[in-house]
């Protein structure tokens, strides 16, 4: 990389604003998305703290004087476009659909931020743990992975992968999901999962998260070990994803409880 | 027998006095043509009688439950509203709607009081005919048919023949004329001042703020009265044919 | 005549029972319905006694509702573009539904909800029937419906705009095209009292809204008492709107396709359209609420996006043919 290292770096995406606070100097980093203080989405609530924050808006992150802007593959197109035509170097990161990504986007964060040393630590040191955490399994549990709405995710998305490294086979990939769709409940309480995972529910009541609380679940929920994850620790591929295998580990013990 | 009895009636509509002071006595037996002038208060005088509109002083027809005041009179109003496409039978078993309680099919009696007044009006061969494709004129002779499967002693038409041809126009006057003297009572408002003339046994003449002359036709339909009232003057006489009346000229 | 009414019964129970056996998880038809009955172990008791049982009950219970209320609707105002989903009565009904769901009320106490969609439908319904008046010529009913449910959908959507739940704003389809999907036996239970209620009001009007074919005047002087009949009519019609869009969301022109379909059949008879219409809803959302789940089974297409595609064509059919009365 034959720039010199950016001095003035804002993060407009949670998953960039993690990455970016692990790995930037002091004063690189100068502000990060209103995402990256909501305690439900991100792990560095703390940290975060200590930076301005921005809301994703071409026009306030421009007052910020960066230059370098971090933003997701899918933040607003029309943002991106216009810090670009504004001059403003824009690098994007998709989100992240596998551990090897992971390991991957700590290194080019360092890059970018003129840190590759820290970068490659970084990703070696995740690598170490990961494989620390990834026990050979002699059977592998199936769990679902139910959201509200319906909503499952496959083998081929980031909380798929954390559910595989945490010695459980996915219940989606008997229905033949490998991305993220809609499962029909019925479908669920057929393939009766040996757990089942679910995301936290939010404050404030929605009908999205009440098929959460159907009489089926409710009874799939009761008859067998069951986990909620937190959001946080599964959304970013970043090495907080960690925590979540460690988590799942737990349930995955009790699953095997169950049966001896 | 007494079968409308009107005391002191009076209406106001937006502030304005349609008229005052009117009382009259509808006795079994009469036809009574109602005539007047365009806003003399025709057809408001008999939706205050029925209780349509807001009037001060009295009607008879308001001492009934809503109800059993359907027994006692029909109402055919002048707007021929027929919102549904319905067979002409199916429109005119409608008057048997009072008769009936909820819920409970039409009996043999109320089948034959339809038939009886499809046959009145000439409709027997129009019965399974949608009613809203028939002409105006047809429909308003449904609608009187209607009016007359009610079966009640009084029976009020706001001018019921308009739109008619000639010989329904006088078969309709017949037909009223029958049920007076068979002991009924009808109230018909009418602008055909020589079928009302020959047909009717008393007209009431509504005009200037209140009932001008009430009495048989030859005592209403005076020169002073037509010249007054409608402005008109007519040749009038008792012919071997019967009453001929025949307005003639628009006074200045 | 009977005829008539035969046809739509076995229609609604062959499609009642065909809902209980189609679906995403693969029942065998006699499995089924010994599950079903029977009950047992295993996980198809569950799928057919609380996923499918109550999602075919309430398709027959919201079609039902829909039915009757647009026959009502159409024979009172003597219009037949008069329907709940059109001149906005579910839309106001969904956010009374919004509010009771976003601001805890519901949780607090499970009526909450369709009381809330209740009180929601009965404004809609009685600003309808004020600003079309007695006699709803067709331009006044369009163009109050389109303010209602324009006003409706806005502050729907600003209710769920303004939640902190993150899946909020993406629940307005639901509230504007309704769907069936994921509902349990807690749901009927919910819907039931109300509609009972309003279906004890709105069948015994058949009388009275016959009696109204022949103008107001006409209906009065043969004893029937408009102002009353208003009465039930609206709150009857806010009951079983107010519970079926509670429970399921705005599900369009249901009420404005099956009494049109429907009303050559019965001799134009408003009181007989009534209990048609109620059987034809009954059969028409079973019908849209299977085509959902054999056309996109993993897609959760919305059942109110099928009734628009059968209704909005006849919706303008239906302005073509009177669009006379329209200056």
Same mark, same amino acid.
């Given at each position: 990389?034959?720039?010199?290292?950016?001095?003035?770096?804002?993060?407009?995406?949670?998953?960039?604003?993690?990455?970016?606070?692990?790995?930037?100097?002091?004063?690189?980093?100068?502000?990060?998305?209103?995402?990256?203080?909501?305690?439900?989405?991100?792990?560095?609530?703390?940290?975060?703290?200590?930076?301005?924050?921005?809301?994703?808006?071409?026009?306030?992150?421009?007052?910020?004087?960066?230059?370098?802007?971090?933003?997701?593959?899918?933040?607003?197109?029309?943002?991106?476009?216009?810090?670009?035509?504004?001059?403003?170097?824009?690098?994007?990161?998709?989100?992240?659909?596998?551990?090897?990504?992971?390991?991957?986007?700590?290194?080019?964060?360092?890059?970018?931020?003129?840190?590759?040393?820290?970068?490659?630590?970084?990703?070696?040191?995740?690598?170490?743990?990961?494989?620390?955490?990834?026990?050979?399994?002699?059977?592998?549990?199936?769990?679902?992975?139910?959201?509200?709405?319906?909503?499952?995710?496959?083998?081929?998305?980031?909380?798929?992968?954390?559910?595989?490294?945490?010695?459980?086979?996915?219940?989606?990939?008997?229905?033949?999901?490998?991305?993220?769709?809609?499962?029909?409940?019925?479908?669920?309480?057929?393939?009766?999962?040996?757990?089942?995972?679910?995301?936290?529910?939010?404050?404030?009541?929605?009908?999205?998260?009440?098929?959460?609380?159907?009489?089926?679940?409710?009874?799939?929920?009761?008859?067998?070990?069951?986990?909620?994850?937190?959001?946080?620790?599964?959304?970013?591929?970043?090495?907080?994803?960690?925590?979540?295998?460690?988590?799942?580990?737990?349930?995955?013990?009790?699953?095997?409880?169950?049966?001896? | 027998?007494?079968?409308?009895?009107?005391?002191?009636?009076?209406?106001?509509?937006?502030?304005?006095?349609?008229?005052?002071?009117?009382?009259?006595?509808?006795?079994?037996?009469?036809?009574?043509?109602?005539?007047?002038?365009?806003?003399?208060?025709?057809?408001?005088?008999?939706?205050?009688?029925?209780?349509?509109?807001?009037?001060?002083?009295?009607?008879?027809?308001?001492?009934?439950?809503?109800?059993?005041?359907?027994?006692?009179?029909?109402?055919?109003?002048?707007?021929?509203?027929?919102?549904?496409?319905?067979?002409?039978?199916?429109?005119?078993?409608?008057?048997?709607?009072?008769?009936?309680?909820?819920?409970?099919?039409?009996?043999?009696?109320?089948?034959?009081?339809?038939?009886?007044?499809?046959?009145?009006?000439?409709?027997?061969?129009?019965?399974?005919?949608?009613?809203?494709?028939?002409?105006?004129?047809?429909?308003?002779?449904?609608?009187?048919?209607?009016?007359?499967?009610?079966?009640?002693?009084?029976?009020?038409?706001?001018?019921?023949?308009?739109?008619?041809?000639?010989?329904?126009?006088?078969?309709?006057?017949?037909?009223?004329?029958?049920?007076?003297?068979?002991?009924?009572?009808?109230?018909?408002?009418?602008?055909?001042?020589?079928?009302?003339?020959?047909?009717?046994?008393?007209?009431?003449?509504?005009?200037?703020?209140?009932?001008?002359?009430?009495?048989?036709?030859?005592? @209403?339909?005076?020169?002073?009265?037509?010249?007054?009232?409608?402005?008109?003057?007519?040749?009038?006489?008792?012919?071997?044919?019967?009453?001929?009346?025949?307005?003639?000229? @628009?006074?200045? | 005549?009977?005829?008539?009414?035969?046809?739509?019964? #076995?229609?609604?129970?062959?499609?009642?029972?065909?809902?209980?056996?189609?679906?995403?998880?693969?029942?065998?038809?006699?499995?089924?319905?010994?599950?079903? #009955?029977?009950?047992?172990?295993?996980?198809?008791?569950?799928?057919?006694?609380? #996923?499918?049982?109550?999602?075919?009950?309430?398709?027959?219970?919201?079609?039902?509702?829909?039915?009757?209320?647009?026959?009502?609707?159409?024979?009172?105002?003597?219009?037949?573009?008069?329907?709940?989903?059109?001149?906005?009565?579910?839309?106001?009904?969904?956010?009374?539904?919004?509010?009771?769901?976003?601001?805890?009320?519901?949780?607090?106490?499970?009526?909450?909800?369709?009381?809330?969609?209740?009180?929601?439908?009965?404004?809609?319904?009685?600003?309808?029937?004020?600003?079309?008046?007695?006699?709803?010529?067709?331009?006044?009913? #369009?163009?109050?419906?389109?303010?209602?449910?324009?006003?409706?959908?806005?502050?729907?959507?600003?209710?769920?705009?303004?939640?902190?739940?993150?899946?909020?704003?993406?629940?307005?389809?639901?509230?504007?095209?309704?769907?069936?999907?994921?509902?349990?036996?807690?749901?009927?239970?919910?819907?039931?009292?109300?509609?009972?209620?309003?279906?004890?009001?709105?069948?015994?009007?058949?009388?009275?809204?016959?009696?109204?074919?022949?103008?107001?005047?006409?209906?009065?002087?043969?004893?029937?008492?408009?102002?009353?009949?208003?009465?039930?009519?609206?709150?009857?019609?806010?009951?079983?709107?107010?519970?079926?869009?509670?429970?399921?969301?705005?599900?369009?022109?249901?009420?404005?396709?099956?009494?049109?379909?429907?009303?050559?059949?019965?001799?134009?008879?408003?009181?007989?359209?009534?209990?048609?219409?109620?059987?034809?809803?009954?059969?028409?959302?079973?019908?849209?609420?299977?085509?959902?789940?054999?056309?996109?089974?993993?897609?959760?297409?919305?059942?109110?996006?099928?009734?628009?595609?059968?209704?909005?064509?006849?919706?303008?059919?239906?302005?073509?043919?009177?669009?006379?009365?329209?200056?």
């Amino acid at each position: 990389m034959a720039d010199p290292a950016p001095r003035r770096v804002v993060s407009m995406n949670l998953c960039t604003d993690q990455l970016a606070m692990l790995l930037a100097a002091k004063g690189q980093l100068v502000s990060v998305s209103d995402l990256a203080v909501d305690p439900r989405a991100s792990a560095m609530v703390e940290q975060a703290r200590g930076y301005t924050i921005n809301h994703a808006r071409a026009e306030e992150v421009h007052a910020l004087r960066p230059d370098l802007v971090l933003a997701g593959q899918y933040s607003s197109r029309a943002s991106v476009g216009m810090l670009r035509r504004l001059g403003i170097r824009v690098e994007t990161f998709a989100p992240a659909r596998s551990m090897d990504d992971i390991g991957a986007a700590l290194e080019r964060m360092g890059a970018l931020l003129g840190r590759e040393e820290a970068g490659k630590r970084a990703a070696a040191r995740f690598e170490e743990r990961l494989s620390a955490l990834r026990a050979e399994v002699e059977r592998r549990p199936e769990a679902a992975l139910y959201y509200a709405n319906g909503y499952t995710l496959g083998d081929k998305t980031l909380a798929g992968q954390i559910l595989l490294t945490a010695g459980f086979s996915n219940t989606a990939a008997k229905a033949g999901i490998t991305g993220g769709r809609v499962m029909p409940l019925e479908q669920l309480v057929m393939y009766a999962p040996e757990a089942l995972i679910s995301g936290t529910s939010y404050s404030g009541e929605t009908r999205s998260e009440a098929i959460l609380d159907h009489p089926a679940v409710e009874l799939l929920r009761r008859s067998r070990p069951s986990a909620e994850v937190r959001d946080r620790d599964w959304i970013c591929g970043t090495p907080q994803v960690l925590r979540a295998v460690e988590g799942l580990g737990d349930l995955r013990r009790k699953a095997l409880e169950g049966e001896g | 027998m007494t079968l409308l009895a009107l005391d002191d009636l009076a209406v106001d509509l937006r502030g304005r006095a349609i008229f005052a002071g009117v009382s009259a006595r509808i006795e079994a037996g009469e036809f009574v043509g109602l005539i007047g002038p365009n806003g003399a208060g025709k057809t408001t005088l008999m939706r205050a009688a029925l209780g349509l509109v807001a009037a001060r002083g009295h009607s008879s027809l308001l001492d009934h439950r809503a109800v059993d005041r359907a027994r006692h009179a029909a109402w055919m109003p002048q707007a021929r509203d027929i919102a549904w496409p319905v067979s002409v039978e199916a429109l005119v078993a409608l008057g048997r709607v009072p008769h009936l309680p909820t819920g409970r099919r039409l009996s043999a009696e109320d089948q034959a009081h339809v038939d009886a007044a499809l046959a009145a009006m000439g409709l027997e061969g129009m019965r399974h005919r949608t009613a809203t494709r028939l002409s105006g004129g047809e429909q308003a002779r449904v609608l009187i048919a209607r009016a007359l499967a009610q079966d009640t002693p009084l029976l009020m038409a706001d001018e019921p023949i308009a739109g008619l041809d000639p010989a329904h126009q006088i078969a309709t006057m017949q037909v009223f004329a029958g049920l007076a003297r068979d002991g009924r009572a009808v109230i018909a408002s009418l602008h055909d001042l020589g079928l009302a003339a020959r047909h009717c046994t008393r007209l009431l003449l509504l005009g200037e703020g209140g009932i001008v002359a009430d009495g048989p036709p030859g005592d @209403v339909l005076t020169p002073d009265n037509l010249a007054r009232v409608f402005h008109v003057n007519a040749w009038f006489a008792d012919t071997p044919h019967g009453p001929v009346f025949q307005p003639l000229e @628009v006074i200045e | 005549m009977i005829r008539v009414f035969a046809a739509l019964a #076995i229609l609604c129970a062959a499609l009642f029972i065909a809902a209980l056996l189609v679906g995403p998880a693969q029942i065998g038809a006699i499995e089924g319905l010994r599950a079903l #009955i029977l009950g047992g172990e295993g996980p198809a008791p569950l799928v057919m006694q609380e #996923i499918r049982l109550p999602r075919a009950l309430l398709a027959v219970m919201i079609g039902l509702s829909l039915g009757l209320s647009g026959a009502a609707m159409q024979g009172y105002l003597r219009n037949p573009l008069a329907e709940p989903g059109l001149i906005g009565v579910s839309g106001s009904a969904a956010l009374g539904a919004v509010v009771a769901i976003h601001t805890g009320f519901s949780a607090a106490w499970a009526y909450g909800l369709p009381l809330s969609a209740l009180a929601g439908a009965l404004a809609g319904v009685a600003l309808v029937i004020a600003l079309a008046g007695p006699r709803g010529s067709s331009l006044t009913l #369009i163009l109050a419906g389109i303010a209602i449910s324009a006003m409706a959908a806005a502050l729907t959507s600003l209710v769920l705009n303004l939640s902190s739940n993150p899946f909020a704003a993406n629940e307005i389809v639901f509230w504007m095209m309704g769907s069936l999907a994921d509902r349990s036996m807690m749901h009927v239970g919910l819907a039931l009292p109300l509609m009972v209620v309003g279906w004890a009001m709105l069948l015994p009007l058949g009388r009275g809204l016959d009696a109204l074919t022949l103008g107001e005047d006409a209906a009065a002087s043969m004893g029937v008492r408009l102002t009353r009949m208003r009465l039930v009519l609206v709150v009857g019609t806010a009951c079983v709107v107010g519970a079926a869009t509670a429970v399921a969301g705005a599900i369009g022109f249901v009420g404005l396709v099956v009494p049109h379909i429907l009303r050559p059949l019965v001799g134009a008879r408003p009181s007989r359209l009534l209990w048609a219409s109620a059987l034809g809803g009954a059969v028409m959302v079973l019908a849209a609420d299977l085509a959902v789940r054999l056309i996109l089974p993993e897609r959760d297409l919305k059942l109110g996006v099928l009734t628009a595609l059968v209704g909005a064509p006849l919706f303008l059919h239906l302005i073509y043919k009177t669009r006379r009365e329209l200056p």
